[in-house]
């Protein structure tokens, strides 16, 4: 496409005008005035003929991926290739979604004589998280004359992928892990004998009856008793509820946390599960996940390693909310016929719809027999007991603060109705959902509970 320049609007201004006042004044020069428009307008013909000439021989190559982190600066390289390695300025722009901001909406560059292949890095801050393809780039270059842009579109073709941002989280676990750095020696006390068998011994006076190996004492004639050592490799696994619930904004309560109350909950659940992850890597633990909202999205069996924490972190990265309920039934059926090995089972949902909430309740029993559960939910603004806070001031408030009640007093009736199964149900605030979190599977790994 060719567009004209400032150049062009400048010169027809000097011929064109003074030419049409020549005719006014003197029209016996018409003569003169015609072929001097006619040459110009040759001129610019000549020159616009010449100008996609000035583009050949130049292509453009980007990076098979490109890593970004949100809300974090980067840059999208990008190759341009100049086959005849002659001097060329020539302005060049990128199509960028909506998601991804850029301080610039061009770039002047310079292509240097002899040089076959210029690197040009183009800043932008991604504000989302997800996938973004990006598979054109746009130039332009001035015709000889400066009459005319010559612009031009080049494919080629790119993923942008946006991870969440988690160094916010990770100031947050400062204040749980301060006792326990990797250099030094830290006592932590652990609670109970163990649950991993070891070896077999002679039987001591004072040993316990439900210790000792029935089969081994008949063989030997002689009581033998079973020696168990600290559990030190479990399996950690994060259920991630993808549903409509999900898409809700959380609270604006998170302080500190990257995009305060326009973040969606499922954008609070995959943060915190990121962040657990690097915690039961530093604990020695395999670590695993599951997303799911009517059917199992995706599954990555619980290990441990860079490795596996990049695969992870490329399950997550893309996941968005399905606009269906959840089917928890298909997710205990799934759990129980993948997970052969007791496991510390992690579930991030939203359970204040009464429907959704019997129907979980249901089919728990599935899990529980096999599985320790621990079941969380963001509490959901207005949610609190009666009188708990003040600014009551119109008779609407005073509504709003009943039906808030009331949804807590369902949301309380379900911890109860869980509690009795063995599953604990926390309602946490945005801000603490990932501290808390880790205290939880701390909790349970210092307690032996699984």
């Given at each position: 496409?060719?567009?004209p320049?400032?150049?062009?609007?400048?010169g027809?201004?000097?011929?064109?005008?003074?030419g049409?006042?020549?005719?006014?004044?003197?029209?016996?020069?018409?003569?003169?005035?015609?072929?001097?428009?006619?040459?110009?307008?040759?001129?610019?013909?000549?020159?616009?003929?010449?100008?996609?000439?000035?583009?050949?021989?130049?292509?453009?190559?980007?990076?098979?991926?490109?890593?970004?982190?949100?809300?974090?600066?980067?840059?999208?390289?990008?190759?341009?290739?100049?086959?005849?390695?002659?001097?060329?300025?020539?302005?060049?722009?990128?199509?960028?979604?909506r998601?991804?901001a850029?301080?610039?909406?061009?770039?002047?560059t310079?292509?240097?004589?002899?040089?076959?292949e210029?690197?040009?890095?183009?800043?932008?801050?991604?504000?989302?998280r997800?996938?973004?393809?990006?598979?054109?780039?746009?130039?332009?270059?001035?015709?000889?004359?400066?009459?005319?842009?010559?612009?031009?579109?080049?494919?080629?073709?790119?993923?942008?992928?946006?991870?969440?941002?988690?160094?916010?989280?990770?100031?947050?676990?400062?204040?749980?892990?301060?006792?326990?750095?990797?250099?030094?020696?830290?006592?932590?006390?652990?609670?109970?004998k163990?649950?991993?068998?070891?070896?077999?011994?002679e039987?001591?006076?004072?040993?316990?009856?439900?210790?000792?190996?029935?089969?081994?004492?008949?063989?030997r004639a002689?009581?033998?008793?079973?020696?168990?050592?600290?559990?030190?490799?479990?399996?950690i696994?994060?259920?991630?509820?993808?549903?409509?619930?999900?898409?809700?904004?959380?609270p604006?309560?998170?302080?500190?946390?990257?995009?305060?109350?326009?973040?969606s909950?499922?954008?609070?659940?995959?943060?915190?599960?990121?962040?657990?992850?690097?915690?039961?890597?530093?604990?020695?633990?395999?670590?695993?996940?599951?997303?799911?909202?009517?059917?199992?999205h995706?599954?990555?069996?619980?290990?441990?390693?860079?490795?596996?924490?990049?695969v992870?972190?490329?399950?997550?990265?893309?996941?968005?909310?399905?606009?269906?309920n959840?089917?928890?039934?298909?997710?205990?059926?799934?759990?129980?016929?993948?997970?052969?090995?007791?496991?510390?089972?992690?579930?991030?949902?939203?359970?204040?719809?009464?429907?959704?909430?019997?129907?979980?309740?249901?089919?728990?029993?599935?899990?529980?027999?096999?599985?320790?559960?621990l079941?969380?939910m963001?509490?959901?603004?207005g949610?609190?007991?009666?009188?708990?806070?003040?600014?009551?001031?119109?008779?609407?408030?005073?509504?709003?603060?009943?039906?808030?009640?009331?949804?807590?007093?369902?949301?309380?009736e379900?911890?109860?109705?869980?509690?009795?199964r063995?599953?604990?149900?926390?309602?946490?605030?945005?801000?603490?959902?990932?501290?808390?979190?880790?205290?939880?599977?701390?909790?349970?790994?210092?307690?032996?509970?699984?």
């Open positions: 496409m060719i567009v320049r400032d150049r062009l609007i400048f027809a201004a000097v011929v064109l005008v003074p049409a006042l020549v005719l006014a004044v003197s029209p016996a020069h018409v003569v003169t005035v015609l072929c001097g428009w006619l040459a110009f307008l040759l001129l610019l013909a000549i020159d616009a003929t010449l100008a996609p000439g000035r583009l050949a021989g130049i292509r453009a190559a980007f990076p098979d991926t490109v890593r970004m982190t949100k809300e974090r600066e980067g840059v999208i390289p990008v190759h341009l290739a100049n086959e005849r390695a002659c001097a060329r300025t020539l302005r060049l722009g990128l199509s960028l979604p998601a991804i850029s301080p610039e909406e061009s770039q002047l310079r292509l240097p004589q002899g040089v076959p210029v690197r040009l890095d183009w800043p932008c801050t991604p504000h989302k997800g996938r973004f393809p990006i598979n054109r780039v746009y130039i332009s270059m001035a015709s000889p004359l400066g009459f005319w842009d010559f612009r031009k579109v080049l494919e080629g073709r790119t993923e942008l992928r946006v991870y969440p941002n988690l160094q916010g989280e990770r100031r947050r676990l400062a204040a749980i892990f301060l006792n326990r750095g990797n250099l030094g020696i830290h006592a932590q006390r652990r609670l109970g163990g649950r991993d068998f070891e070896q077999l011994r039987y001591i006076p004072g040993d316990s009856f439900e210790d000792i190996h029935w089969k081994a004492t008949a063989r002689r009581p033998v008793t079973k020696v168990y050592q600290i559990e030190r490799t479990q399996e696994y994060v259920a991630i509820d993808a549903s409509r619930l999900s898409a809700r904004t959380a604006d309560d998170a302080e500190g946390v990257p995009g305060g109350g326009l973040t909950q499922l954008e609070r659940f995959i943060t915190a599960a990121l962040v657990l992850g690097m915690v039961a890597e530093k604990q020695g633990d395999l670590f695993g996940l599951l997303t799911f909202s009517d059917r199992v995706g599954f990555v069996r619980a290990r441990n390693g860079k490795a596996h924490y990049n992870c972190r490329e399950t997550l990265y893309s996941l968005e909310t399905q606009p269906v959840p089917d928890f039934e298909e997710l205990f059926s799934f759990v129980r016929q993948r997970l052969r090995r007791r496991a510390l089972l992690i579930i991030l949902t939203n359970l204040d719809d009464p429907v959704l909430a019997q129907h979980f309740t249901r089919n728990l029993d599935v899990v529980t027999r096999r599985h320790l559960v079941v969380n963001i509490t959901p603004p949610v609190r007991p009666l009188f708990s806070r003040d600014g009551v001031k119109t008779p609407d408030d005073i509504y709003r603060h009943l039906a808030g009640h009331l949804r807590w007093h369902d949301l309380r379900l911890q109860r109705a869980l509690q009795r063995g599953v604990p149900l926390s309602l946490l605030d945005n801000a603490a959902l990932t501290p808390e979190l880790v205290s939880q599977y701390v909790n349970v790994k210092q307690r032996q509970v699984l």
